[in-house]
């Protein structure tokens, strides 16, 4: 035991060792240890970065070991490393999770250049006409590139220690392979890289008696499982034109090219961040991501809520639980895809950046936004801890009293109910935060976008409403502008029509603002942006229609100069 304590001391390098031993109680740690004794003294003292990884892979492929087997082992003597990090010296978050991410960009690099080697000698080189060049040039041709597209945690930098990767394959352009030696076996580029993404899938995700580099996930992928393998770059642009959905926008916010290293040295990665900028983040402010945020949050519960179904010790999951690290993400994201078109510093991949941009554009108060970062480190260090146990991809708080004492011991903590009272905290306080960021503002009764659809929800509030302002609304039925809109859009419309007319019956607001508030929506009605923006701000909406009861000029105002309902929503 004295051996393994001194050996974590000095493993710790420049960290200070404050729970001696502690990472050594960890039964994945135990196995590491007998296994890859020999091995363990190849990385260099103190936390893992790039340099000491492609040191370290380059010792073992010395010892013979290929490359799949060498990226393998040098995963177990990585995270060997990080459990004495951060649980005997309580390193920082970004320790570990650079540590990883790096691990990950150099397996994906490596496969990727071996992948093409051994296609290049098969099919020959993918090549596409660059059309840059004068016709009386003659043709000319260069290598097309695939591009491994690193998503969420992935592309921000914040993989766990237990993570698989989301990855999307990109290359920049059509055309065919040049062909072997001889000048045959020539196939399409789209076929190539189909068979490059294959095999750098079995160097890196096929289970061998060194386990694997890291499980992979493609599901975020145009299409998802129906999709091809790697996408061109002008099909993709299509694709977020055509059928790109909401939800897609939050998963391509952390996007990030990896792989290979040579385009993101040389630049001509930059091509891929032009297509996906105008997808995720729109000129305006954009509060139509509100719903959609709103549904996948739900699927996301009940999918949670259905795995916890008789296994109520599942309900303690610091990623997907109420409170959950999950919820920090989403809140920091909806915020930036919201502002992120008008307000380019908020386009920060990293969660804990980009909360400090949300307080410099006074999004948040400093002190919320404080403490969301504090439960964000929090949750993630507990997860880490979850994780270095038995290097399971897993959230969940284990049951056992001993692996709850070793988790609250290695996070600082006296005993198990001071660290369960401190997460307790932590996640109260983001569930709310979460809770009125996220929640339904004036509801209609009944007008969902379930029961009904958007016309039958117009038709169905206005016996609710005062006889001049239903009159107008009766109009609408059969407008089309609103036939035009889509279904979203018309259940948006009908939620604001329903709470305007509860407004007018209480007294808040005058039936006259709301009938000048109707002239000057009605040319606007296709701008479904709007919409959205008032649906999810009630103050605003309210401001308006004092406004539009106060005068005429205003509606005439905003009419010409919409664009300063964004600033009213600010």
Known sequence: MMVKQAAGSAASGQFALKHAGAAGQSRFVQRIRRRYEQELALLPPGAPRREQLLQTLAALRARGLDLGSSLRVLRHLVLERLAVLDAECEAPLAVVTLAVTELAEIALDQALLQAQQELDELHGAPMYQDMSVPAAQGPQFKRATLWVVGMGKFGARELNVSSDIDLIYVYDND?????????????????????????????????????????????????????????????????????????????????????????????SAGQLRGVVLPFVFRRYLDYSVFDALRSLHRQIREHAAKRAAGHPERAHDVKL?????????????????????????????????????VIQANLMPATTAQQLAEAYDFLRRVEHRIQYLDDQQTHILPTRDDDLAWIATTMGYADTCAFLHALDAHREFVAQEFDTLLGNHGNCKGCNGQQRNGVESLQSVLPQLPAAFATKVAEWIEHPRV????????????????RTGTWIEEGKVSEQGALRMADWIEPLLRRESYLALLQERPAVHERLLRIFGAAKWPAHYLLKHPGVIDELAS
């Open 175 to 267: 055309g065919d392979t040049a062909g072997n030696a001889i000048g045959r076996n020539r196939i399409s580029n789209r076929e190539y890289f189909a068979k490059a993404v294959k095999r750098i899938y079995a160097t890196i995700g096929d289970i061998t008696e060194h386990g694997q580099v890291f499980r992979v996930d493609l599901m975020l992928r145009p299409n998802g499982s129906s999709g091809p393998a790697a996408i061109s770059l002008e099909a993709l642009e299509e694709y977020f034109l055509v059928q790109g959905r909401e939800w897609e926008r939050f998963a391509w916010l952390k996007s990030r090219i990896v792989a290979p290293l040579a385009s993101v040295r040389d630049g």
């Open 321 to 357: 639980s109420r409170g959950g690290i999950r919820e920090i993400e989403f809140t920091v994201q909806l915020l930036q895809v919201v502002r992120g078109g008008a307000f380019p510093e908020l386009r920060r991949r990293p969660t804990l950046d980009a909360l400090q941009r």
């Open 483 to 498: 036939l035009a809109l889509r279904e979203e859009g018309r259940v948006r419309l009908a939620r604001l029509v329903e």
